[in-house]
């Protein structure tokens, strides 16, 4: 069991991770500390003040709520929060908070909406898991996430490719294929 509160030397850093949309709906979150965020009705009551106190608050990106420290940063349509107890350092939230930020934009493209959001949500999801493992911290650096959780040069389909991506991969393939029928 995550000890969050009471032992002032764990590493279990953040409480969750939520991304919610323009209107308070949750697009994706991930608690890691069971006895405060025990239900989907407590996360989704907790989700709905803590969108209240944040969405007509734009001058600050800080707020305890409930006990429970939240940094967020919003943009077009989509709100991002990472959440720490009130011992937790907020340089150590706000260091997570901009590398998830950072490598969903990397991902997207620069494009952070929620329907690329949506569309990516495997990798997203990959990137959360990489940032965090049941609420201790493992990268903070955005880069590092983004090569972790990059497809392979196999997986990304043809659409995603330039021809010359294409010609490459094929002239591989097919040399690496004489290569094997010159050894038989």
């Known amino acids: 069991m995550a000890d969050f509160d009471t032992n002032p030397t764990s590493l279990y850093s953040i409480k969750g ?3 919610l949309d323009q209107d308070g709906n949750r697009v994706l979150a991930k608690y890691y500390d069971r006895t405060t965020f025990g239900t989907v ?31 967020y940063r919003s943009n077009v349509d989509l ?11 907020e ?13 969903v934009s990397v991902v997207l493209r620069k494009n952070v909406e929620k329907k690329a959001l949506i569309d990516s949500m495997d990798t997203i999801m990959l990137i959360i898991d990489e940032i965090c ?13 983004v090569q972790r959780t990059a497809l392979k040069s196999d997986e990304v389909s043809f659409s995603d490719q330039s021809v010359s991506q294409i010609g490459f991969s094929f002239m591989k393939s097919a040399n690496e294929q004489f290569k094997w029928s010159l050894l038989k």
């Open 133 to 145: 493992d049941e609420g201790i911290i493992m990268e903070t650096d955005a880069q590092a996430v």
């Open 17 to 19: 991770i939520v991304i």
């Open 91 to 103: 340089l150590f939230l706000d260091a997570t908070l901009t590398c998830l930020y950072d490598a």
């Open 79 to 89: 709100y991002f929060y990472v959440l720490g107890s009130t011992r937790e350092n």
């Open 41 to 71: 009705k407590e996360q989704k009551a907790f989700e709905k003040s803590l969108f209240s106190k944040t969405s007509r608050n734009t001058s600050a990106d800080i707020l305890l709520l409930d006990g429970v420290t939240c940094l």
